[in-house]
């Protein structure tokens, strides 16, 4: 099978770590790192509200681990503009959005239903003939633990 006949729900990732609005960039960045994803998507119930990379949590960070608890990971969204594309969108059609945006990972969805994400290294893999094509539902994982700051006494 050529890339050129791939779409978006064939490639994509399927089973994805997720942070809930009200979660604090100290768990997302925490989350990212135990799952070793670069991306993690912020929902609410099934609907996708965006996507934080590493990137945006390192550039919005101030502070200690106090101040990231007291946020919530929904106001690093506003002025998000990520695109977003279909389960059967064609990937080279994929990637010209990813170019065109700048950016390294668009998920995939269903009116506001996130059903996948696809990321730089799935499109690589996909040329390299390297995906493992697939079918069904996904599974979006929140509320894994929950994560508060020790502080020193006198803090």
Request: net charge neutral.
């Amino acid at each position: 099978m050529g890339i050129e006949s791939l779409i978006a729900e064939q490639v994509m990732s399927r089973v994805l770590v997720a942070v809930k609005p009200g979660e604090s960039p100290l768990m997302a960045w925490e989350l990212m790192r135990r799952a070793g994803v670069h991306h993690l998507p912020v929902v609410e119930g099934p609907h996708l509200l965006g996507v934080l990379s590493r990137e945006d949590l390192a550039a919005s960070w101030s502070g200690g681990p106090w101040e990231q608890s007291a946020r919530q990971v929904v106001s690093l969204l506003v002025g998000e503009r990520r695109p977003r594309v279909r389960p059967d969108t064609p990937l080279p059609r994929v990637a010209a959005v990813m170019t065109d945006a700048g950016c390294d990972a668009v998920p995939v969805v269903t009116e506001r239903r996130l059903v996948g994400l696809i990321t730089a290294r799935d499109v690589v893999a996909a040329v390299a003939g390297r995906t493992r094509v697939s079918a069904g539902a996904g599974e979006v994982v929140t509320g894994m633990f929950h994560l508060e700051p020790v502080l020193p006494e006198g803090s």
